[in-house]
C-alpha cells in the first residue's frame, strides 16, 4: 500500500501493483530501463527532450488514434473537437441544474456531466457514455455497431448536442459506425476525466479550506494523479540522441506517476498542498505534464478545467466531503489515473 498525506488527514491510497512498484523502486530516477525492449524516463529534462523531439505519430494520440484501422486526419479530429467544444461551453451557460451528488464517485459526478452536456441526444448515444464499456473494446463495439444499424436521421429543430449531430450527417453503416466511435473517444472522456479528477481531489482534500481555489485544488490533485500516469512513444531515430541508454529499437515510456513526486522537483511531493500553485505557473513548471507537453498540449485541456471547476463549485456549496467512515482507496491501472468508489456524504 501506498499512503498519501492529505493535508486534512491520513487516507490510504491503494496503487495497483505495477504502479506501486514504480514508486518503490524508481522514485528520483532519470531514464532506467523497464523492459527488454522499453525504456522509461522520468526526469523532467528528458522528459521534455523526448516529447519534442518529434510530433505523436497516429497510433500514439489517445484519443485520436485509428478506429477500427481507419485514420483520423487532424482536420477531423480538430472538427470532432471544436463540436464538443461548443456543448461543453453551451452547458456551462446553462443554469446549474441541481441534483444530489452524494454517492460513489467518480460515477455520481459522470452521470451529472453526462446529462448536463448530452442529456437531449438519442438513446444509440447517450448509452456510449456508460462506464461499464470501459470493460472490453468488444463490448463497446457491440453497442456501436447495433446502434450504427439505425439510420439515424436528427428531426428537425431536435435540441441535440453539436457532436451528436456529426453521427446524424453519417449516411452509410460504415460512416455512422465512424462517427459513433468518435463520439464515444471524444465525448465520454470529457465526462470520465472530470468526475474522475474530481473524485481524486475531494479524496486528497476534502473538507477544503473556504479560501483555497478552485485552480490550485485541481493542479495539485493532478500532480499526484496525473490523468494519464505514462505516455507510450514508438521506437524513433531521434531518442538515441536524448540519451545513449535508449537504443533506435526501444520504445520509451514517459512516467509523470514517477515525474509528479520527484522530490528533486517539489517539496514534501507526496503531501496535498495546493498552496504552492499560488508561486507556480502550472504551464512553465518543470515536469509537470497533466495536459501533455507544451509542444502539443490536449485539447480537453480548455473543457476539463472548467466543467471540474463546476462540480466543485457544486460540492463546497452543499458542504459535501469524503465520508469519515472512509480510510482506504484505490487506484487500479488503467489509462485514466484515478482513486475508485470515493464515497461523497454532507459534513
Not at 47 to 70: S, Y
Not at 97 to 117: E, K, N, Q
Not at 148 to 160: E, F, I, K, Q, S
Request: hydrophobic fraction near 40%; charge should be neutral; aromatic fraction near 6%.
Amino acid at each position: 500500500m501506498y499512503v498519501s498525506g492529505t493535508g486534512r488527514s491520513s487516507r490510504t491510497t491503494v496503487f495497483a501493483p505495477r504502479m506501486q512498484a514504480l514508486l518503490h523502486d524508481h522514485r528520483g530516477d532519470d531514464v532506467f530501463r523497464l523492459e527488454a525492449d522499453t525504456v522509461a524516463v522520468a526526469g523532467p529534462e528528458r522528459t521534455d527532450a523526448i516529447l519534442a523531439a518529434r510530433p505523436a505519430a497516429d497510433v500514439e494520440r489517445p484519443t485520436f488514434k485509428p478506429l477500427q484501422g481507419r485514420s483520423i486526419p487532424r482536420t477531423e479530429a480538430s472538427t470532432v473537437m471544436r463540436a464538443i467544444g461548443r456543448d461543453v461551453r453551451a452547458a456551462l451557460a446553462k443554469p446549474t441544474p441541481t441534483a444530489d451528488l452524494t454517492g460513489d464517485w467518480p460515477h455520481v459526478g459522470h452521470v451529472y456531466l453526462r446529462d448536463l452536456i448530452l442529456g437531449a441526444d438519442p438513446y444509440r448515444l447517450r448509452v456510449l457514455m456508460d462506464r461499464a464499456l470501459e470493460l472490453t473494446p468488444l463490448l463497446t463495439w457491440t453497442v456501436i455497431a447495433a446502434g450504427a444499424a439505425l439510420p439515424g436521421r436528427r428531426r428537425p429543430g431536435a435540441p441535440v448536442s453539436a457532436i451528436a449531430g456529426l453521427t446524424a450527417e453519417a449516411r452509410t453503416y460504415r460512416d455512422r459506425r465512424h462517427a459513433m466511435g468518435l463520439y464515444r473517444r471524444a465525448a465520454a472522456p470529457v465526462c470520465f476525466t472530470v468526475s474522475t479528477l474530481v473524485a481524486g481531489a475531494l479524496w486528497l482534500g476534502s473538507p477544503f479550506d473556504d479560501d483555497t481555489p478552485n485552480e490550485h485544488i485541481l493542479y495539485e490533485t493532478m500532480r499526484l494523479l496525473p490523468p494519464s500516469w505514462s505516455i507510450l512513444r514508438r521506437s524513433s531515430p531521434e531518442y538515441p540522441a536524448v540519451d545513449p541508454r535508449i537504443t533506435a529499437t526501444d520504445d520509451v515510456l514517459l512516467l509523470p506517476l514517477l515525474t509528479h513526486r520527484d522530490p528533486a522537483i517539489w517539496a514534501d511531493p507526496d503531501e496535498f498542498r495546493p498552496e504552492r500553485w499560488a508561486r507556480l505557473d502550472p504551464d512553465e513548471q518543470p515536469g509537470y505534464l497533466p495536459f501533455g507537453h507544451v509542444s502539443e498540449r490536449c485539447w480537453g485541456r480548455h473543457m476539463v478545467m472548467p466543467m471540474a471547476g463546476l462540480l466543485l463549485d457544486l460540492l463546497r456549496a452543499d458542504g459535501l466531503a469524503v465520508d469519515p467512515g472512509q480510510s482506504t482507496a484505490r487506484v487500479r491501472l488503467a489509462g485514466l489515473l484515478g482513486v475508485s468508489e470515493v464515497r461523497v456524504t454532507c459534513r
